[in-house]
């Protein structure tokens, strides 16, 4: 009942109407409606930002991780990478926030040194368009825990295409890369999805999302 509620405040947000009270109409906040705002794209910076490092830092886990148990390492770890979109989705909920979160994480790396360089840009590319698909299917309405598995998975897949002409995996054993492919979707699931909306469920409680249209979501479920 709470995400119906939601989704129709979302749906009058779209169509431009105002919510009746009493005689007179509210405006609708400028977090729900479809442009983005300042503190809204600052905030979005921030984040793209923070999880660079953090995915800079990731690449470390990833070489240990590797050199203990082999090439399926990056398949197992990678939903990681994933994980900035999807936060950065859910507290703010507009179009193309999970795109530009993933194409930001990616400069901000290149002017860091990250040693991938340049060919970053277009693995932001394609994550951000796979982690967004999701949401574009619902026009942006919905936000709920089996969304946010969703845009983990298919960002898994549209990753998993793209490195399958990178890295040369049809050279591969058919049985190795069925494997990779299963492993690499659940850790999107796990560490893109879920953990993307563990940890931006941890923050908004500490208060500091206030105003973003995720606390009007909790707002109304509550």
């Known amino acids: 009942m709470s995400e119906q509620m939601t989704d129709q405040k979302t749906d009058s947000v779209e169509t431009g109407r105002s919510e009746p009270n009493g005689s007179r109409a509210r405006p609708v906040p400028p977090a729900l409606r479809p442009a983005w705002t300042m503190r809204e794209t600052v905030t979005l910076a921030i984040i793209g930002v923070v999880f660079a490092f953090l995915y800079l830092g990731w690449v470390q886990v990833w070489l240990v991780v590797q050199a203990a148990t082999g090439p399926l390492a990056m398949d197992v770890l990678m939903g990681f990478w994933f994980s900035g979109s999807i936060f950065a989705a859910w507290l703010i909920r507009k179009p193309f926030v999970a795109f530009s979160t993933a194409m930001i994480t990616v400069v901000v790396q290149i ?18 368009a796979g982690s967004e698909v999701p949401f574009a299917l619902t026009r942006w309405k919905r936000y709920s825990w ?13 990753s998993f295409v793209y490195t399958w002409f990178r890295f040369s995996y049809y050279e591969l054993a ?12 659940l850790s999107g699931i796990v560490l893109g999805g879920l953990l993307g909306r563990v940890l931006a469920g941890a923050v908004h409680k500490t208060g500091v999302t206030s105003g973003l249209a995720v ?7 509550r």
């Open 111 to 128: 002017i860091a040194g990250n040693p991938s360089g340049a060919i970053l840009l277009l693995t932001g590319l394609v994550q951000g």
């Open 146 to 158: 089996p969304m946010m598995m969703a845009s983990g998975g298919t960002t898994a897949v549209f």
């Open 174 to 185: 058919g049985g190795l890369v069925i494997t990779m492919f299963i492993i690499r979707v």
């Open 215 to 221: 606390d009007y979501a909790t707002r109304d479920a």
